[in-house]
């Protein structure tokens, strides 16, 4: 009897540990993937500079441009779409169960007068990054896509991209 009860509470057990690891790897596997979706979104807007702007020796960025760059890259690169504005769903063959978010986008272009190095400053997310050049800020939020129940866990990745100066 003894050995059937420590077999049954292995079992538990061991469910229990697999079920944090696969909650745990979806949450390490999520975020990777947004931030890497992020950073290679960021460059993609980072590209929709003024021509005529550069030919004067300034990065000023195409923000309509630049924002749809930014989209494009999102949706091709984490299989989601854009339901309008900013918020993204889900694709059949994404990772992501839960929409996502773009929470903040900002530009940082020589359209202002700045010197660099420039220490940019957001409190409500947490950023504090120190620019050298003109630069594309964004964050981006979701729900992490958890296998079993358990707590709800919300990722927040941050990418900058810049141009050195």
């Known amino acids: 009897m003894a050995t059937t009860l420590r077999t049954i509470l292995f079992v538990l057990l061991f469910s229990f540990i697999i079920q944090m690891q696969f909650n745990l790897d979806s949450d390490k596997t999520a975020t990777r993937q947004v931030k890497n979706g992020l950073e290679l979104a960021v460059h993609d807007a980072a590209l929709a500079v003024s021509p005529s702007e550069i ?5 000023v960025f195409e923000q309509d441009r630049a924002i749809n760059n930014l989209k494009s890259s999102l949706e091709e690169n984490l299989k989601i779409s854009s339901s309008g504005g ?3 769903t889900p ?8 929409d996502l978010f773009i929470s903040h986008i900002e530009f940082i272009d020589d359209s202002v007068t700045r010197t660099y190095p420039y220490t940019y400053v957001n409190d409500k997310y947490e950023i504090m990054e ?3 050049g003109p630069s594309i800020i964004a964050v981006m939020t979701t ?3 958890r296998w079993f129940n358990g707590g709800t866990t919300f990722i927040r ?3 900058v991209y810049e141009y050195k100066k």
Not at 55 to 59: Q, S, Y
Not at 91 to 98: A, C, R
């Open 55 to 59: 030919g004067e020796g300034k990065v």
């Open 86 to 88: 900013f918020v993204y």
């Open 91 to 98: 694709n059949e063959g994404s990772f992501f169960k839960n």
């Open 130 to 132: 120190t620019v050298d």
């Open 143 to 145: 729900e992490s896509p």
């Open 157 to 159: 990745q941050a990418a």
